[in-house]
Structure formats: C-alpha cells, structure tokens
C-alpha cells in the first residue's frame, strides 16, 4: 500500500512517497531515515486520523522556558540543549536538536528556527531577529509569551460563550427529535382510527410523527448527508468567504467583528514595533490577521506610510480605525512609543469585547432555554390536546 509522508528534516519541509503495509510502518521508516514524521496519508485518499494530523509544537511553552533557563544566567546553546534533554516526546526533541545544528554551524537563533515555519511562524521570527540586533532576546521572548497568552485569554473567552448555547440548542434538538419519532407515534397509535375528529394542529403533529417513524433510516441518512456537506462545504474557502461576508454585513455584529480583527492587528503590530521592527513590515506581517476587505485597505495605508504619511492618518483613511484608536495613535506618533499604543488601544477594546461577550451570553442562554421550552411544550400539549377536549366534553 502506498502512503504519503510529510516530515522535518535538517533541510527544511519534505515529502515522501513509499510503500509499506501500514501506516505505522511507513512512518517507522521514515524515522529511520533521521526525519520527524508530521503526517501520513494513503495514497491519493484522506488524511488517516491520529497520523494525518499535523504536529503541533508547543510555542508558547517552549518560549516560557526558554525565557527562565536565560533569565537564570544560561546562554542560549546551553538552554536549548537543557529543554532538548528534558523533552520527553520525540517530535519536539528532534526538532530542537535540528536546530542547535544550525547554530553548531554558526547561524544566528533566528535563521536556525526560520527553516521549522511548521513549528515557529514569521511573527515569532521577526521578534528573534529584531532582538538580535539590540543583543535582548529575553525581553523579545517575554513580549511574545505576553502577547500569546493575552491573545489565548480572549479567544478561550469567546469560545467558552459559544459553548453553552450550542449544547443548549443540540440537546433541545434531540429531545424534539425523540418526542416526534418516538413519543408522538405511540400516541398516534392510541388515536388511531380517530384522526380526523382530532384538532388540526395534533392531526398534522401525529402525521409527521408517524412519517418520521416510518422513514427513519432515510431520515437519519439524510441528516448526515446535510451534516457531511456543511461539514464539506466550510472547508472551501469560496463557502467560507461568501457566509463571511454575509455575516460581516449583518448590523451591529458586523462592527463587532471588525473591531475584534482590528484588536488582534493592533496587538500584532504593537508587538512587532516594540521589538524593533519597521512600521511598512509589522503592517504587512500582520495583515494575515485581517478579513480580505481590511486586507485591502491595509495595502493602501502601507503604500502612505511609504509615501511618507503617519502611521495614524495613513490607517484612519483606509478605515483601519476608531474615534478612540485614532486619538490614541496619534499620542502615540507624538510621544514616539507607537508600540506601547497599539497595545494599549488592544487592550482598550478587549475590555469592550469581554462586555459584549458577557452582554451575548446573558441575553442568548435564557433566549435559547425559552425557545427550546416552548417548542417542546407545544409538541406536550398537541399531544395532550385530544384528551383535554375529551374530558371537557363529559363534564
């Protein structure tokens, strides 16, 4: 059977082809062979799961430690050769040894980890380098261990609100599923020949309970075709960009989530100019962060400040801005600490994000409870409907 590896070699990124009788054996040989296996896949097929997932390595952490051993007076051969012994998994610790081969060969930190992109992406690198010029690779560590774990706060925040409402929804879900094919047929079996004297809504609510039960299998199956195409169709980037631009068009939140871009680019930005990196280059590091509509107009700001514009006039006529960012920023030009203010114009809004997303949560769980509840009363009292006018009628 043929499978398909991506690994980490001294050299960078590659990819192989070979022929082996399970995934586990193609991606022992490549071990073999001195390489970090990042993924196997069959032949011309689907990614296998648990393999085919790509590794991850553990920035942050590693940035955190790293950041001790140097704090503690070790140079930084000696640290990464110390968090080298104490990994215990062997991804990490190959991919830490292949880069104290880069600098064993007299490359600086930075271009050593620019050959892992998988494991340490452009902004991180960008920070290193920009230390290396100043000879403060720990402060460069600390500010991006601060700004990942303030980016981390939020986006757990977020996620979190979203949660509860959607276990809300899916459990209020099944529990109408069940009433319609399982309860509702039952009663409907009681009122059988009786149909036509029951109330229109119960007539039409036993029909489709009925129909759901007779129909399941073609039901169930069609449901997961649905779900497999949603499930399909987010992972197209047309589908993807097309809802996000509905969404961004909707009134209120469409603000929302360019404000929560902006903040991110903010953050970014400030992060990469604190550490010393050209204004024109953290605007284009950064631009990834952006939906394409900012994207663009993020093009337009970086070809003003090239043309010798401030930084904050040059954003506030792409529409990059806000009344509070632009006051801001240009305090920021003034005081020469355009770093520091971006940062602080994120965290400014973060505390507005955490409102909204308490405000979200507050108004949408009872919301969903009432709707939920409503819905799976009506399907009760349809059902009970019949027996009510029964015993009013011999009264």
Do not use: C
């Amino acid at each position: 059977m043929q499978f398909q590896i991506t690994a980490l070699s001294a050299a960078g990124r590659v990819r192989l082809t070979l022929e082996a009788a399970h995934p586990e054996d193609a991606a022992e040989q490549v071990r073999r062979q001195g390489l970090t296996v990042l993924a196997v896949r069959r032949g011309g097929g689907l990614a296998l799961p648990g393999l085919a997932r790509r590794y991850r390595f553990p920035l942050t952490l590693f940035s955190k430690e790293l950041l001790a051993l140097l704090g503690s007076g070790l140079a930084l051969v000696e640290a990464l050769q110390t968090l080298e012994e104490k990994e215990s998994k062997a991804e990490p610790r190959k991919l830490l040894g292949q880069v104290l081969v880069h600098l064993y060969e007299g490359e600086s930190f930075s271009a050593a980890i620019a050959h892992y992109p998988e494991a340490f992406p452009p902004l991180y690198v960008a920070s290193v380098r920009a230390s290396e010029k100043t000879s403060n690779l720990a402060e460069a560590l600390g500010r991006y261990v601060a700004y990942q774990e303030q980016v981390e706060t939020l986006r757990k925040k977020v996620a979190a609100a979203a949660v509860y409402p959607v276990l809300l929804l899916v459990l209020g879900s099944l529990v109408a599923m069940f009433l319609l094919g399982w309860v509702v047929p039952k009663f409907a079996g009681i009122y059988e020949g009786n149909l036509d004297r029951l109330p229109l809504a119960s007539r039409l609510l036993m029909e489709w309970g009925v129909l759901l039960q007779d129909h399941a299998l073609a039901v169930g199956l069609g449901a997961l075709a649905l779900l497999l195409l949603a499930g399909w169709g987010f992972t197209r980037p047309a589908v993807r960009a097309a809802l996000s631009r509905r969404v961004w068009r909707l009134p209120g939140l469409g603000e929302k989530l360019r404000i929560f871009q902006l903040t991110r680019f903010y953050r970014t930005v400030g992060m990469l100019l604190s550490g010393g990196i050209p204004a024109v280059t953290a605007l284009t590091m950064a631009e990834g962060l952006l939906h394409p509509e900012l994207r663009a107009r993020l093009d337009a700001a970086a070809r003003d400040i090239r043309e010798g514009k401030p930084m904050s006039q040059a954003l506030e006529r792409a529409g990059l801005t806000t009344p509070v960012a632009l006051r801001m920023l240009r305090v920021g030009e003034k005081s020469g600490r355009m770093g520091d203010m971006m940062e602080s114009v994120a965290a400014f809004y973060d505390e507005d994000l955490n409102r909204t997303v308490d405000w979200f949560t507050r108004l949408v769980e009872p919301l969903l409870m009432a709707v939920i509840g409503l819905a799976i009363g009506v399907i009760v009292v349809l059902l009970y409907l019949p027996i009510f006018e029964l015993a009013g009628s011999l009264e």
